[in-house]
């Protein structure tokens, strides 16, 4: 289902192989929610160490959580983004995204990056139904040249794992991320404003970003 997700052309074709996918995928949807729920824990857990007398005792500010993951942890950043108002933003890396959002438009700023696969078209993005449904900032950043593993550190350790498949040298596949993740962060979080999430950036042509709610 995952590849006809990708090759779907309308919205309605992608919402269908989607419920498909979420149908036929149970341990995805428990795992997904599971995570999701381990993260709420560890929320909970820096609350209680951020009061008086906690282990860093007002030193955390939780009223600007921002959550990430990749793969299933992307689906389980979304997940949380979705059900856990202490979460103000968050960003699903290369993950499909499994959990409750198929029935749920986002409320909070939000970002999906991914890989441009071009076998499924340039422009094709495997949650667009989730990025056309939000009701809050939401953003597509497709990177040319990556693939699943790219968003790893394995390129940085090419010569010890062997191939990886990306086209993307290491380093630079560690900026694209970092800058993109920062610049997300920094506006949504910190109300920091950036170019880099305006649209097409000289300094960065493998990426093709799509904005709306903004």
Known sequence: FKDSILLARDLRSQE???????????????????????IA????????????????AGVLD?????????SLGGAASGQITLTDPRVKAGINIDGFQFGDMIDRPLTDPFMFMGAQRPWAGDSAIANDVFFQMAESSAYVVLISGFTHGTFTDLPLFENVWGE?????????????????VKAFFDKHLRGRSTS???????????????????
């Open 16 to 38: 269908r192989w989607y419920r498909e996918l979420l149908r036929t995928s149970p341990k995805h949807q428990e795992s997904t929610r599971i995570w999701a729920a381990d």
């Open 41 to 56: 824990f560890v929320i909970d857990r820096l609350h209680a160490m951020n009061r008086p007398g906690g282990e860093f």
């Open 62 to 70: 939780l009223e600007r959580i921002g959550v990430l993951g990749h």
């Open 164 to 180: 990886t498949d990306s086209a993307v040298d290491g380093e630079r596949a560690l900026t694209i991320q970092r800058e993109y």
């Open 196 to 214: 880099l999430l305006d649209g097409p950036s000289s300094a960065f042509p493998e990426v093709l970003i799509i904005v709306r709610n903004e």
